[in-house]
């Protein structure tokens, strides 16, 4: 069974840094990685992508987040730089990929969600 664990909840001031990490136990084979957020209220919206050597970012954080991924470690992280008050959300770890489902090698492409992490950026 694959799953996805984020880091825990946290809380910065207007201005700061911090780092978001995610990773997926299990065997998978990963396409894509991403982040997405949502607020109460708010549709969830694609924060960053990336597959391969490729990332896609929001207009809204562009310049300010980074995409990494560790393939070893099947992780992705999302470094966030001089964060706003906007930017509170819960922040959901997505991921894509096959996993092998029998001896023949048959596989199934999964999408997975994480738990969630809960951002709060004070002013």
């Known amino acids: 069974q694959v799953q996805l664990v984020e880091s825990g909840e946290v809380s910065v001031q207007a201005g700061g840094s911090l780092r978001l990490s995610c990773a997926a136990s299990?065997?998978?084979?990963?396409?894509?990685m991403g982040w997405y957020r949502q607020a109460p209220g708010e549709q969830r919206e694609l924060v960053a992508a990336?597959?391969?050597?490729?990332?896609n970012y929001a207009d809204s954080v562009k310049g300010r987040f980074t995409i990494s991924r560790d393939n070893a470690k099947n992780t992705v992280y999302l470094q966030m730089n001089s964060l706003k008050p906007e930017d509170t959300a819960v922040y959901y770890c997505?991921?894509?990929?096959?996993?092998?489902?029998?001896?023949?090698?048959?596989?199934?492409?999964?999408?997975?969600w994480g738990q969630g992490t809960l951002v709060t950026v004070s002013s």
């Open positions: 299990g065997t998978i084979f990963i396409n894509v």
């Open positions: 990336i597959t391969g050597g490729n990332t």
């Open positions: 997505n991921v894509q990929g096959s996993v092998i489902v029998n001896a023949e090698g048959a596989y199934r492409y999964l999408e997975v």
